[in-house]
C-alpha cells in the first residue's frame, strides 16, 4: 500500500534556530498536505501543495512538493516555543482518502 | 471557515460496555466523514470513510461490527465503539472536506477513550 516515511521522528532545537523536515512516498499523490498537531487536539492544515515542484510558504513556513511528486520537505524559520508539535505530511488524490506519515516531533529546548 | 465539532473529547468506560462519539460538520455540509484512530506517539490510521445515507466503508483490518458507523444526516456522524476493551483505548478523530475545497479535511479535536 501507499506509505509515507517522513523524517527526522524527532527534533531537539533552540529556539530561534531555523527547522527542516522531509517526507517521501513510494507512490504519486497530486496533491501533498502538511499538518500540525498540538498535545490532544486534531491536526491543523498548515499548507497544501498540489504543483509539482511548487514552492509555497505561510509566514513562517515553507514547503515545496518534489517534481516526481514522490517528496516533499517542509521548512520553519526562526522557532518559537508554540511551533512545538507534532508535524504530519499527507498525501492525498482528488478526494480520496488522506495518507498520513508518521510525524516528526519538535521540541524546542528552553 | 469550515469547522468540525467532536464530542465528547474524553470519556472513560469500563469494560464491556459501548460508547457513542459524535463528529458534526457546523458551518458546512458533509456527505463524507473519516474516522481516524491514533495511538500514543504514534500516526493518524484511518479506520473507515461514512457516507451519508449508505453505508460505511471499513479500512482493512477494522471489524465493522464492533466500530459502528452512522451517518445519518448531511452534518453528523457517529462513531460506537461496541463492547469496548482496554485495547481499544485511543484517541479518535474524525474529518470532513470541507464544501467546495479541492483538498484536505478538516479535523474535529479528537476523542480520548480509555476503557478500564
Known amino acids: 500500500g501507499q506509505q509515507l516515511n517522513q523524517s527526522p521522528q524527532s527534533m531537539f532545537i533552540q529556539e530561534g534556530e531555523d527547522v527542516s523536515m522531509n517526507c517521501t512516498s513510494s507512490?504519486?499523490?497530486?496533491?501533498w498536505l502538511w499538518y500540525k498537531q498540538d498535545p490532544g487536539e486534531g491536526p491543523v492544515l498548515l499548507i497544501a501543495?498540489?504543483?509539482?515542484?511548487e514552492l509555497t510558504s505561510n509566514g513562517r513556513l515553507t514547503a515545496q512538493f518534489g517534481i516526481t511528486r514522490k517528496d516533499s520537505f517542509l521548512n520553519i524559520s526562526a522557532s518559537i516555543p508554540s511551533d512545538v508539535g507534532i508535524y504530519f505530511c499527507a498525501g492525498q488524490n482528488g478526494n480520496d482518502k488522506i495518507i498520513f506519515g508518521k510525524g516528526t516531533r519538535l521540541h524546542i529546548l528552553p | 471557515g469550515a469547522v468540525v465539532s467532536q464530542h465528547p473529547s474524553r470519556v472513560i468506560c469500563k469494560s464491556g460496555t459501548s460508547v457513542k462519539i459524535e463528529c458534526r460538520s457546523l458551518?458546512?455540509?458533509?456527505?463524507?466523514m473519516f474516522w481516524y484512530r491514533q495511538f500514543p506517539k504514534q500516526s493518524l490510521m484511518l479506520m473507515a470513510t461514512s457516507n451519508e445515507g449508505s453505508k460505511a466503508t471499513y479500512e482493512q483490518g477494522v471489524e465493522k461490527d464492533k466500530f459502528l458507523i452512522n451517518h445519518a444526516s448531511l452534518t453528523l456522524s457517529t462513531l460506537t465503539v461496541t463492547s469496548a476493551h482496554p485495547e481499544d483505548s485511543s484517541f479518535y478523530i474524525c474529518?470532513?472536506?470541507?464544501?467546495?475545497?479541492?483538498?484536505?479535511?478538516?479535523f474535529g479535536s479528537g476523542t480520548r477513550l480509555t476503557v478500564v
Open positions: 501543495l498540489y504543483k509539482a515542484g
Open positions: 474529518s470532513a472536506p470541507p464544501q467546495g475545497a479541492d483538498y484536505g479535511y478538516t
Open positions: 458551518d458546512f455540509q458533509a456527505t463524507t
Open positions: 507512490s504519486i499523490f497530486n496533491t
